[in-house]
């Protein structure tokens, strides 16, 4: 089982759910954006376990991962 | 042949009704790139800097960026520049849609306006033709009606740029507003006053002349891989504007709240965003700038207020920051009604925003009451109270004459404790991205050249990600909240912002992960120049310290260098930036080493030496 937390906007990518929970997911962290519908230019930074990681991170199960969207406004 | 650039600049004397042109030479675009750049380098060379900056003494420039009304993405900016009424300084206001292009067709790269006309008028460019009218139809009415009217009297493929009441009242944060209800501005530093003063109503513009380009071949054969990468990152912004941005500068404890008191809001930003307004049917469109791919404008429903029905420009994220957050107003539809009313005010609606959480917080503390306020309920969050106080405030009358001219001039006017609830830099209101979050900013609002800009270096896309510094060659380590090499990023992003405005590009380029080189690969393929990406950061820096040198000649120095007192010393006790307060003396002291400043923050010979600004 791996746990997942939206930040901020990305919550309108998941119908405004705040954190999705997965059984099993074989993949890196950009595997895990894509498959969750996640613009990858909206994402600034993914943590895994509290710490940041690259998209090319590969997931482990029990992993807590908190994506985090890039800071707009203008 | 000189390519880029129209060769000629117009000058109105408004006193005595005339008009000419003067040469401009590609020599001083090499060297300032255009917009604010070049103007900087006029102002300088050729005006008194010490004016009043609502006496016909005080010119008012417009100026193109080098690359405005070019087939170059984003290449849509321009610049109004004068001496601000409201911080008495340097000011640079910049705008897009098509208003900069049109004064290209019209063979312009910019215009300068002096003097005083005894009488409104408005300023028909219309290509080779420039007349001076009577406008004393159109005075009073707002920003909307204004455009529509002189369209119908003009030309109605014709760009306005005008005054809507605020200007006309010489409120100090009244903007220059572009193309009607499509509503681009050129809101910061009180440029509508300055305007106002010179009793100009509006410029109007319409032109058919195009721009020579040195390899049109080239620069399509540049923007083939690039676009894409642009439109891919940004999607969020096509799709839901800048407001799409306001939770995630939530979550980051980057949003103001409560006139800068509170950490955290998250359910309110949920409700405040462009999502939402996307979600709710309020954004019924999209809309570009000149040459932008990513239209990141939004056509906004108004379904409340004094203008329901109508549809305006949706508000920006700054307006929902303003209106929202700020305010503690979770109620979209008058958030809505609000930047509706300030674009047809001709209001700022980042110092119209800190002006209305200022009087809220006033009036929470007794300072101000409903005798003031003239029975209106300035209680947070009183959506029907927002939409009477602006009303009131773009025409100074009643509680709007206590707040009208800016935060800095109310908290004078009140005293006391009202002056802890100024939050200005330089008396020009902070834009909402709080310096607690991301330190870099900090020391970027305490030194940007017009006061509390964002957008002077915009250094908060690189700490969270959006804009990897390294792009630009900034390969040092950035913690979250650490002070450590934030002043040196601070530096190299106003260098480059300061490049993106002399050019007429828009600040959202740089989703496109755009680097100096880049820009540098599009500037060659339009002039037939020979320019590295290293040579223009030089230049970004060149102008930097051009605006700085106008400020210190009027006093500004460290003393001026600041934060206001909530943001340097108050920290919060919620949201992802509690606790956080930047080191403002180790930040500016590390700002001025590098700048090559001394410790008053005056430009050294020697530095200035090495920038060839040695004869200003």
């Not at chain 2, 040469?23 to 604010?36: A, H, M, P, Q, V």
């Not at chain 2, 700038?289 to 994220?317: L, T």
């Amino acid at each position: 089982m791996i746990n997942i937390e939206l930040k901020g906007q990305l919550i309108w990518y998941a119908n405004k759910r705040k954190t999705i929970s997965i059984e099993i997911f074989e993949g890196n962290l950009k595997d895990l954006i894509i498959s969750l519908g996640l613009p990858e230019g909206e994402v600034g930074m993914v943590l895994v376990n509290q710490k940041k990681e690259p998209l090319s991170y590969c997931i482990k199960d029990n992993d807590h991962i908190i994506i985090v969207p890039v800071v707009g406004g203008g | 042949m000189t390519y880029g650039i129209m060769g000629r600049i117009l000058e109105v004397d408004l006193t005595a009704k005339t008009t000419g042109y003067r040469n401009s030479d590609e020599t001083i675009f090499k060297k300032y790139l255009g917009g604010s750049g070049v103007a900087a380098k006029i102002l300088m060379d050729e005006f008194d800097l010490g004016v009043d900056p609502l006496s016909p003494e005080n010119p008012l420039i417009f100026m193109n960026g080098l690359l405005t009304g070019l087939p170059v993405p984003t290449g849509a900016k321009s610049s109004f520049i004068a001496k601000s009424p409201l911080t008495g300084i340097w000011n640079e206001s910049t705008v897009g849609g098509h208003w900069g292009a049109q004064v290209k067709k019209c063979g312009l790269d910019g215009f300068i306006l002096t003097g005083k006309s005894d009488t409104p008028v408005y300023i028909w460019i219309n290509d080779d033709t420039v007349e001076i009218r009577d406008a004393k139809d159109l005075m009073g009415l707002d920003v909307f009606d204004t455009s529509e009217k002189i369209k119908s009297m003009t030309d109605l493929k014709a760009v306005v740029a005008c005054i809507g009441p605020a200007g006309e009242s010489l409120s100090k944060i009244a903007g220059i507003m572009i193309g009607g209800n499509e509503t681009r501005a050129a809101g910061r530093g009180g440029l509508g006053a300055v305007l106002g003063s010179k009793n100009v109503k509006a410029i109007v513009a319409k032109g058919s002349k195009a721009t020579e380009v040195y390899s049109r071949e080239t620069l399509r054969d540049l923007l083939k891989d690039f676009l894409p990468v642009l439109n891919a990152n940004a999607k969020g912004l096509h799709d839901f504007g800048t407001a799409g941005g306001v939770q995630g500068v939530e979550a980051n404890g980057d949003l103001p709240i409560k006139n800068w008191t509170l950490g955290d809001w998250a359910e309110g930003a949920e409700k405040t965003c462009g999502q939402n307004l996307d979600y709710l049917g309020i954004t019924v469109s999209h809309h570009a700038c000149y040459a932008c791919s990513i239209r990141c404008g939004k056509d906004a429903r108004v379904d409340i207020g004094p203008f329901k029905g109508a549809i305006g420009h949706g508000p920006e994220y700054e307006t929902c920051a303003a209106f929202g957050a700020n305010i503690l107003n979770d109620d979209i539809e008058y958030l809505v009604a609000a930047n509706d009313i300030c674009n047809r005010m001709g209001l700022d609606t980042i110092c119209a925003g800190n002006a209305t959480a200022m009087a809220m917080e006033c009036y929470e503390r007794g300072i101000i009451d409903k005798t003031d306020t003239e029975g209106i309920d300035l209680t947070w969050g009183n959506g029907p109270a927002i939409l009477e106080f602006l009303l009131k405030l773009a025409k100074k009358e009643g509680i709007g004459a206590i707040f009208g001219d800016g935060v800095e001039e109310a908290g004078e006017k009140l005293g006391g404790l009202a002056k802890e609830f100024a939050i200005h830099v330089k008396g020009l209101s902070v834009a909402f991205h709080d310096p607690r979050a991301f330190t870099s900013m900090a020391v970027g609002y305490a030194t940007a050249n017009r006061g509390g800009c964002h957008l002077e270096n915009l250094s908060y896309f690189c700490e969270s990600g959006a804009f990897p510094p390294e792009i630009f060659g900034f390969n040092k380590p950035l913690s979250k909240h650490s002070d450590e090499n934030k002043a040196e990023l601070s530096v190299a992003m106003q260098n480059l912002m300061n490049v993106f405005n002399a050019l007429g590009l828009c600040k959202f380029l740089i989703r496109g992960k755009t680097s100096p080189d880049t820009i540098s690969s599009w500037i060659n393929a339009v002039t037939g120049w020979d320019m590295t990406g290293e040579e223009l950061m030089v230049i970004g820096e060149r102008l930097h310290n051009i605006k700085r040198l106008y400020n210190n000649a009027l006093g500004i120095s460290r003393k001026d260098d600041h934060l206001p007192p909530r943001l340097q010393y108050h920290d919060r006790k919620t949201g992802a930036a509690a606790g956080i307060l930047p080191n403002m003396t180790k930040l500016l002291t590390e700002y001025y080493q590098i700048r090559g400043w001394d410790n008053e923050g005056i430009p050294t010979p020697e530095r200035l030496d090495t920038l060839d600004l040695t004869t200003i």
